[in-house]
């Protein structure tokens, strides 16, 4: 019966979400919701931005439809957790609007985050590939926190080029519509398939030249979204922890984690301001070097694409090779990174 039913929320997740998108286009240009280039952006024509709504929107009102159906399904967690994305996505659709403050943004993410770890699951342990687990005890909530916001706010920053973040969700969704399928969780299955589906709806009109960007309410709900995910499959599966599923959402957001990460830490190193907009992203230098942002989001689709092959091969084999599959990625990671900052001139 499941097969059936997942057509179904595909084909009107998209075909609701490709209107939806094509409505809000309209509305922000009539209202001026509009994103103004600056020094930092990899745009120079004022565009539409926002348009993460109409997903943000499906999505969530796609799962409800899912639980009223599948009423068995409905617990408290996964009301919880869907209240913990509304919150985020309201003040990234205010952002966009009227652009909070850092402190008030970041006082919403950690009690969205804190939610997260108080109703579905906390961080109790880390697990070391091969090794063993580290027991975290009440340090877990500040680990917890950090990976939340960070994972979120990288995802924001990331967002900086024509559909590469739309290209992301929709690789780590389809990542995550497997892992859903194989830890037996139907309810990551379908919520998943309706992300991946809207989203792509989205991407028509996010795809270079993009007539609109999804926005604050776009990359902040899918950044804290993504992250959220290992603790909801903990939460709706008596074999899981984790320390271990936790991985799996780190390989799928890896291309993002990666590329956001080197970047904040080389900017501390060299003691500049983190929080200070910038282009000194991976994926921003490449723009910079000449790359369209077609063949940076190409470049990128590929790193999502060998990110969940990783995914699989970690999860499902012994220790070494667990072990060896993050060697790799990373040894790529900063082969990647090497090359790029080669190219002084930029």
């Known amino acids: 019966m499941l ?4 057509v179904i929320f595909a084909v ?15 509305y922000a240009k009539e209202n001026h919701i509009t994103d103004i280039p600056t020094k930092r952006s990899s745009h120079d024509v004022p565009k539409p931005r926002g348009g993460g709504i109409g997903f943000v929107i499906v999505t969530i009102l796609g799962s409800f439809a899912y639980l009223l159906y599948e009423m068995h399904l409905f617990s408290f967690g996964i009301i919880t957790f869907l209240i ?13 609007k009227n652009s909070l403050s850092i402190p008030v943004r970041f006082t919403v993410q950690v009690i969205a985050a804190l939610t ?31 990976w939340l916001t960070g994972a979120t706010n990288i995802y924001n920053f990331m967002d900086g080029v ?4 739309s290209v992301q969700a929709i690789f780590a969704g ?5 892992w859903g399928w194989y830890l037996e969780i139907p309810f990551i299955i379908v919520m998943n398939l309706i992300l991946v589906c809207s989203v792509g709806s989205f991407l028509i009109y996010n795809w270079q030249p993009a007539k609109i960007f999804m926005g604050d309410v776009g990359s902040v709900f899918l950044g804290f979204y993504f992250a959220s995910l290992p603790f909801l499959a903990v939460y709706l599966s008596d074999s899981l922890n984790i320390g271990f599923t936790i991985w799996i959402s780190a390989l799928l957001l890896w291309p993002f ?4 990460s ?5 900017r501390a190193v060299k003691k500049k301001n983190v929080f200070k907009p910038h282009r000194t992203h991976l994926y921003q230098r490449l723009n910079r070097m000449g790359w369209s942002h077609k063949k940076v989001t190409y470049l990128y689709s590929a790193f999502c694409l060998i990110s969940f092959i990783a995914s699989i091969i970690f999860v499902t084999n012994s220790g070494i090779i667990k072990i060896f599959t993050i060697s790799v990625i990373l040894l790529l990671s900063f082969w990647y990174s090497h090359v790029v900052y080669k190219h002084r001139r930029i």
């Not at 209107?19 to 809000?24: C, K, P, V």
């Not at 913990?84 to 966009?96: E, K, S, T």
């Not at 579905?120 to 005890?137: E, H, N, Q, R």
């Open 84 to 96: 913990a994305l509304i919150i985020v996505a309201i003040f990234g659709w205010f952002d966009d």
């Open 116 to 146: 997260i770890l108080i109703f579905l699951s906390d961080f109790d342990a880390f697990y070391v590939p091969g090794v063993y687990k580290i027991p975290l005890g009440i340090f877990g909530f500040l680990v917890g926190i950090i």
């Open 257 to 260: 984690l990666y590329d956001g």
């Open 262 to 266: 080197f970047t904040l830490i080389r």
């Open 174 to 178: 389809i990542g995550w519509i497997f």
């Open 162 to 165: 024509d559909g590469i973040a």
């Open 3 to 6: 097969l059936p039913l997942m």
């Open 12 to 26: 009107v997740a998209a075909g609701v979400n490709y209107f939806t998108t094509g409505w809000y286009l309209r």
